[in-house]
C-alpha cells in the first residue's frame, strides 16, 4: 500500500510558474516510478514527468524546458517545479508511484490530485 499527497496547485497568470510536491508513505520501498500526471476536463490522464529510482527522469514533450522533476528519496517526496505555464497546463495534476511488486508485476497509485489554473 502506497499513499500520496499532493500540494501546491493554485492559479496563476500565463508565464508565471508553481511548484508543486508530492509525499509518499505507506510501502514506500517498492516504489520504482514516481512522478506526475495531469488530466483536464474532457481529456484523458497524460504523463508530464517521472523520476525512477534508478536517477532517470522523463518529460512529456509539451513540458520539456519548463517543468523540472526532482525526486528526493531520503523524504519519499517528489516535486514539480513549473516555469513558464501556459493557458493550456491548466489541468488537475496527479502525484503516481508505480510500485515493483514482482519482475513482472507492479501497481500503480494515484494522489487525489491539485487543480492548476493559469489564466489572465
Known amino acids: 500500500q502506497v499513499q500520496l499527497v499532493e500540494s501546491g496547485g493554485g492559479l496563476v497568470q500565463p508565464g508565471g510558474s508553481l511548484g508543486l510536491s508530492c509525499a509518499a508513505s505507506g510501502n514506500i520501498h517498492s516504489i520504482y516510478g514516481l512522478g506526475w500526471y495531469r488530466q483536464a476536463p474532457g481529456n484523458q490522464r497524460a504523463l508530464v514527468a517521472e523520476?525512477?529510482?534508478?536517477?532517470?527522469?522523463n518529460y512529456a514533450d509539451f513540458v520539456k524546458g519548463r517543468f523540472t522533476i526532482s525526486r528526493d528519496d531520503a523524504k519519499n517526496t517528489v516535486t514539480l517545479q513549473m516555469n513558464n505555464l501556459q493557458h493550456e497546463d491548466t489541468a488537475v495534476y496527479y502525484c503516481?508511484?508505480?510500485?515493483?511488486?514482482?519482475?513482472?508485476?507492479?501497481?500503480?497509485?494515484w494522489g487525489q490530485g491539485t487543480q492548476v489554473t493559469v489564466s489572465s
Open positions: 503516481h508511484a508505480r510500485a515493483l511488486v514482482t519482475i513482472t508485476h507492479t501497481d500503480d497509485y
Open positions: 523520476a525512477t529510482v534508478g536517477g532517470s527522469t
